[in-house]
């Protein structure tokens, strides 16, 4: 039984996983001025692109953005799924902890609320 000191305030719909083996889900729109944080949208972070999807220009500018933002080098970070879509699926290798994470990522007032 754990106690309460050692409970992990539960994650937003859109972050899974562990420190070293994050997944953000997301729904891109690519093609924006610029590259920021939107809302939550369908249980996925909900993401502008400044980038057009033509040739993996938003894909790229999707994971140097990501690196950026949360001073993780760019090799520690891929998509995993939906390279061709809309809804993308982002591993984050990196030790970073949830709280970080939700912190850098989350929409202005959303915390850690699902």
């Known amino acids: ?6 409970q992990v305030p539960e994650l937003p719909d859109w972050l899974a996983g562990s420190p070293g083996h994050w997944r953000l889900r997301l729904a891109v729109q690519p093609g924006a001025q610029r590259t920021l944080v939107v809302g939550i949208h369908d249980g996925c972070l909900k993401l502008r692109v400044a980038a057009p999807p033509v040739d993996g220009r938003a894909n790229d500018e999707i994971l140097r953005w990501l690196s950026k933002l949360l001073a993780v080098p760019r090799a520690q970070l891929r998509i995993v799924a939906g390279e061709s879509s809309r809804r993308k699926s982002v591993a984050i290798d ?4 949830a709280a970080t ?3 850098a990522l989350s929409p202005p007032g959303a915390g850690w609320s699902r």
């Open 1 to 6: 039984m754990r106690s309460a000191a050692t």
């Open 94 to 97: 990196d030790a970073l902890d």
């Open 101 to 103: 994470l939700v912190q």
